[in-house]
């Protein structure tokens, strides 16, 4: 008989010390109501039982390669080398991947075959966890408008379906700033069709061993540089090293919005876990860092019409230019000041 042709899609699964949430996550998979599908886990030198419950799995569609550790960035871009079909559907070991996920990517797919990528809507998990994760919604053309206006697409990256040969032709993944994902989606929505699908296909978890959750300042920090980047591309100028930028980006930075996103991190994390007491807590630590961002969080909640998106007012890099770009501290122009007031009603506020 002749081999098996590949599928049309691939799950790409980094594991890293995943338990104990690893099997919920795989067993969502299993689950899928498409079953066409591989599963390509990479296990990223971890230390704990992840790899040997990867290898307890019969199941022919599951695929796991160890290595040792290098490092999400470096997982993510062996995933594009290794896998087998045309497009990659990423998804977090602490995921939960709901039935009709791969379907109705699939299905996408098959109207869309030239997008770049697709991405769907995710909720916080488990269920007594609070509201969705605050993404862009909008057609492939609002999307590249918004990133020619100098904002960053905000998408869940565990929601997300990459057409493998158009990521590696933008060059994959760069860099290990905890950034990777949106470093991704401003250079894709340049090139190629985001396409969004408007359904919550993913659960989502926060937890404090999360990668996310033990670096959001320096997250923050390095999302200031991946908009710094997108800036110096639409300007057309070079870019200094994040070295070189980072004193600069640090004193850029809102602390009264970080430490309400760090508490609202906290607070979500403490539903998750039925702990209401905790959690009430947490959301007192928000107000208190910013009431500003935590109206405007409830109001977000509130309403399902606000446009969502990540990153700075470009002008606030205006004013540090003759330190970002000190050989070229050129202005925005006008035209990119009407762009840029025109997307500024509106900001990410916490994911």
Not at 79 to 90: C, D, F, G, Y
Not at 245 to 260: A, G
Request: with cysteine; aromatic share 10%; proline share 6%.
């Amino acid at each position: 008989m002749p081999p098996k042709a590949a599928p049309l899609i691939t799950v790409g699964l980094p594991v890293w010390n995943a338990m104990p949430y690893l099997p919920e996550a795989m067993d969502s998979l299993l689950a899928q109501s498409y079953s066409d599908f591989e599963i390509l886990a990479i296990d990223d030198g971890s230390t704990d039982a992840s790899l040997e419950y990867l290898r307890s799995i019969r199941d022919s569609r599951l695929r796991v390669i160890p290595q040792a550790n290098h490092g999400l960035t470096a997982v993510l871009n062996r995933m594009l080398n290794e896998v087998r079909s045309p497009w990659l559907a990423r998804h977090d070991a602490d995921d939960v991947a709901y039935p009709q996920r791969l379907a109705r990517t699939v299905q996408q797919i098959k109207e869309r075959p030239d997008a770049g990528m697709f991405y769907s809507l995710a909720e916080y998990y488990p269920a007594t966890s609070v509201g969705e994760f605050r993404c862009t919604k909008g057609a492939p053309e609002e999307i590249r408008d918004l990133v020619l206006s100098g904002y960053l697409p905000a998408i869940c990256h565990p929601s997300v379906t990459l057409n493998v040969a158009k990521v590696k032709e933008l060059g994959g993944y760069r860099f290990n700033l905890f950034v990777e994902d949106i470093d991704l989606w401003w250079r894709m929505a340049l090139h190629h069709e985001i396409c969004f699908i408007p359904e919550v296909l993913v659960g989502f978890r926060q937890n404090l061993q999360s990668i996310s959750s033990k670096n959001l300042t320096d997250q923050a920090v390095s999302g200031l540089f991946i908009q710094y980047l997108l800036l110096s591309s639409l300007r057309g100028v070079s870019p200094r090293g994040f070295d070189e930028v980072r004193p600069t980006l640090l004193r850029m930075l809102d602390s009264q919005r970080l430490r309400f996103k760090v508490c609202m991190r906290a607070f979500n994390i403490e539903m998750g876990k039925g702990d209401v007491r905790r959690a009430a807590y947490q959301a007192a630590r928000a107000l208190a860092a910013s009431p500003k961002a935590f109206f405007s969080r409830l109001l977000d909640e509130l309403s399902s019409g606000k446009k969502v998106f990540g990153g700075e007012d470009p002008a606030l890099f205006d004013i540090h230019a003759e330190k970002l770009w000190p050989t070229q501290p050129t202005p925005i122009s006008q035209e990119f000041q009407a762009l840029a007031f025109a997307t500024s009603q509106s900001r990410e506020s916490d994911q």
